[in-house]
């Protein structure tokens, strides 16, 4: 058997740093990133055998539990028949019909392989449409990793404590324009300067990748009607959030949410359902990006929106995009058995799980004496640490990165040390899904009260 250490020192020397994708090293907690061999449910098992209930989720996809069976069934039915044509299948136009169902705005959809290549698609689309350049996006908000939507970007880069990134040439940069989040005077004044040069704002529905940070109430309107005053296009991003918060992602749980600031837990929170109304927000995109639940766990992603903007694409329009193994079949079939079997009764459970973990988790920090807050973006939370946090609670990138963020890897590793394995960053949402029951939290209420004392004991690191 080989041990995670020797794993990794393994993957060290073949691979950067060992890993296929930054936050995977751990480098936000320190430590030994557990390499996994299998998961089920809402279990992972490392190499070494030992299994974690799971608070990741492979970063979203995992809606329905790990290696659900009958998606598994379906990759195996779809692998048996090929792995991949390089020809057009029935099964992507079935899933295109199955999120044009959820989210009816999207009149056309194009699957590719990478929530990445999906929002790279979006803008050079949103460029085509209005024969402009200039991008807008947010401090925070994260969109991948395509050379113009690095800046600020949270995620992986912001615990790496990264501006940016190198190999990124200033004139692509400097066709972005970031913003702060939730800053309504930042955005109006940046339309009033520049908004006959603006071809599209991209921002995530309810950002979840600094941290939950929700949109204030009326923030997203507002982006649509200064989109549509200047003749750019509002490209929504939930490749994080769509089909995962709600049957129609952020879009369709905004059009019911409540807000939740300031509550006597000490919250800052959107996206509570009031009732079961599945409806839409009093706003749509001109675009729409989704990934992760969207491929049930295989490489695949989407773009959607508007037809006369959609059609701009090759080879109906002059916007070139294309893909060798784009809607590829197991990706296809993995995704289309998920939102088949992604029902009310799904989002319901993940809700559920998620708003008795968070709570179980604030009581435990409250009862050491820790000072956080909860933030919520539906049954996506995370923890914000600090007196400032939790006096005043997080609405942007600055704030989300002004916390106490170094009681994060203590308390990371407590809860691993028991079986419980959280995102390895202070930076990431904490992922349930419809496999986390009575057991799962049981155990993360056994682990809860240590894990909080080590948050309680962690000092900051002590400048050079
Ligand atoms: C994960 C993510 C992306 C990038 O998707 P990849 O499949 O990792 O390329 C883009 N936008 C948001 C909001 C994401 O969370």
């Known amino acids: 058997m080989t041990s995670n250490e020797t794993a990794f020192f393994q993957a060290k020397s073949v ?71 390089g020809a057009p299948t029935e099964t ?171 509550a006597p837990a000490g919250e800052f929170s959107a996206g509570f359902v009031d009732d079961s109304a599945v409806g839409g927000a009093d706003w749509v995109p001109d675009l729409v990006t989704f990934g992760k639940v969207v491929g049930g766990g295989m490489p695949l992603a989407a773009v959607g929106g508007r037809a006369d903007v959609m059609d701009l694409l090759a080879p109906v329009g002059p916007v070139y995009q294309a893909g060798t193994l784009s809607g590829n079949p197991l990706a296809t079939a993995a995704g289309l058995r998920t939102l088949e079997l992604a029902d009310r009764g799904v989002y319901d459970r993940v809700n559920a799980s998620a708003q008795a973990i968070s709570t179980i988790v604030s009581d435990a920090l409250s009862a050491c004496g820790v000072a956080h807050r909860v933030q919520r973006t539906g049954s996506l939370f995370s923890f914000m640490f600090g007196e400032v946090a939790a006096a005043f609670g997080v609405y942007d990138y600055e704030q989300a990165r002004a916390q106490e963020a170094w009681r994060y890897g203590p308390f990371f590793h407590s809860f691993l040390s028991s079986g419980i394995a959280l995102p390895p960053s202070v930076f990431e949402v904490w992922f349930t899904s419809a496999a986390h029951g009575d057991a799962e939290i049981e155990a993360i209420a056994a682990a809860a009260p240590a894990a909080a004392r080590a948050a309680a004991q962690a000092r900051p690191p002590r400048l050079p």
């Open 92 to 262: 992507e136009t079935f899933l295109a019909r199955a999120v044009r169902e959820r989210v009816p705005f999207a009149q056309r959809v194009r699957f590719v392989s990478t929530g990445t290549e999906a929002t790279m698609t979006a803008i050079r689309l949103a460029r085509g449409a209005t024969g402009r350049d200039l991008i807008v996006k947010f401090a925070g908000n994260y969109h991948g990793h395509s050379d113009g939507l690095l800046a600020a970007a949270g995620s992986g880069v912001a615990t790496g404590g990264l501006p940016g990134s190198a190999g990124v040439p200033e004139a692509i940069a400097a066709q972005t324009v970031v913003l702060p989040y939730n800053d309504v005077d930042a955005l109006r004044g940046c339309f009033d300067e520049a908004g006959g040069r603006i071809a599209a704002v991209i921002f995530e529905g309810a950002p979840a990748n600094m941290g939950a940070v929700p949109p204030r109430p009326g923030w997203n309107r507002e982006i649509r009607r200064l989109c549509t005053a200047h003749g750019a296009l509002m490209i929504l991003d939930e490749v994080l959030t769509g089909f995962r918060v709600d049957p129609a992602g952020w879009w369709g749980l905004e059009a019911v949410a409540s807000w939740v600031d300031g």
């Open 15 to 85: 691979i950067p740093g060992g890993v296929d994708s930054p936050v995977r090293a751990f480098g936000g907690v320190g430590g030994t990133p557990r390499f996994i061999a299998s998961a089920s449910g809402a279990t992972v098992t490392d190499i070494e055998g030992r299994t974690y209930v799971d608070l990741v989720g492979s970063w979203g996809p995992a809606l329905l539990g790990h290696s659900h069976p009958q998606v598994v069934a379906a990759v195996q039915e779809a692998a048996s028949r090929g792995l991949s044509f």
